[in-house]
């Protein structure tokens, strides 16, 4: 069989493809409502084909959907998550921080505010993507010692954490990114071995928040034909700038993706 024949009418499967990546946006604040059992390892069906250094597959992943553990978790990366990024986001310039740490009211009311926020274990099922760096030995051995770290481990969790998105998306629910700096309290609420690697909480439901449209570089701004594009090379200063405007149009984006109140937003 061709490769045509294999995938069909092509401009049909990459019409859905855009429509889907340009669809799918992150969430946080999801409606308790159940999801069909099935549903999960449809995702994980989709997310075990992603790419991976020497096809060394590293992920794992635990599906929770009981509350009680859903919730312990949830009060770890409060406890935890939380306190850590809202210090460090409290060294950064007050526009610069992350939406979530430019609340203005004083530091401790508002890291107490951002612990209580995360609602996340309301959403039916939470997805930990676990990684196993033993695993992703089976890459090319060069990589490693040449300045790459982990990071062949991480491609390939990332890949498989997107695919779980996409295919979220793709069955008409959403997903948030949960970014784990402080792996361990979570391990003990999973008991989850220490070689492993807790590299990202994945919660999965119905939105509690309307549908809204994702901001993105324009594709003039990144494409370089031939040779890279010295016009389009941004200086130091330039990223400052960058960031500053990024932050403008990102700020509603997530306030709208978590239905922020008026009283929060003071
Ligand atoms: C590496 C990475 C880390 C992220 N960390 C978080 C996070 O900790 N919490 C969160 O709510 N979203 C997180 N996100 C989601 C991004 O904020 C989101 O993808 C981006 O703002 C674009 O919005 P969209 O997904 O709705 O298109 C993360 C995404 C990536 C790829």
Redesign the pocket.
């Known amino acids: 069989m061709s490769v045509e024949e294999f995938m069909g009418d092509k401009n049909q499967t990459y019409d859905m493809l855009l429509k889907l990546v340009k669809t799918?946006?992150?969430v946080?604040k999801f409606r308790p409502d159940p999801i069909p059992e099935d549903t999960i390892n449809k995702i994980l069906e989709v997310a075990r084909w992603a790419m991976s250094g020497a096809n060394s597959q590293p992920w794992e992943f635990v599906i929770v959907t009981d509350p009680k553990i859903k919730k312990e978790l949830r009060d770890a990366y409060s406890e935890y998550n939380t306190d850590f990024i809202f210090w460090m986001e409290q060294q950064r310039e007050y526009n610069l921080r992350h939406p979530s740490y430019q609340v203005k009211n004083d530091p401790h009311e508002s890291l107490r505010f951002n612990k209580a926020k995360a609602n996340w274990h309301q959403a039916p099922a939470v997805i930990v993507v676990l990684g196993d760096g033993r695993r992703q030995w089976g890459t090319v051995m060069g990589a490693h010692t040449f300045g790459r770290d982990q990071s062949h481990l991480t491609d390939g969790l990332a890949n498989a954490s997107f695919l779980i998105h996409l295919a979220v998306a793709s069955l008409g629910l959403t997903s948030?990114?949960?970014?784990i700096h402080v792996e361990e309290p979570h391990k003990r609420v999973l008991g989850v071995p220490d070689l492993l690697k807790l590299y990202l909480i994945i919660p999965i439901g119905y939105p509690d928040v309307p549908a809204h449209e994702?901001v993105r570089r324009p594709l003039e701004n990144i494409v370089h034909r031939d040779r890279y594009d010295m016009s389009k090379y941004m200086s130091n200063e330039d990223v400052i700038k960058y960031l500053y405007s990024l932050r403008e149009a990102?700020v509603p984006i997530h306030s709208a993706?978590r239905a922020v109140t008026a009283d929060e937003k003071k």
Do not use: A, D, P
């Open positions: 799918r946006m992150s946080r948030e990114w949960v970014s994702g990102t993706s």
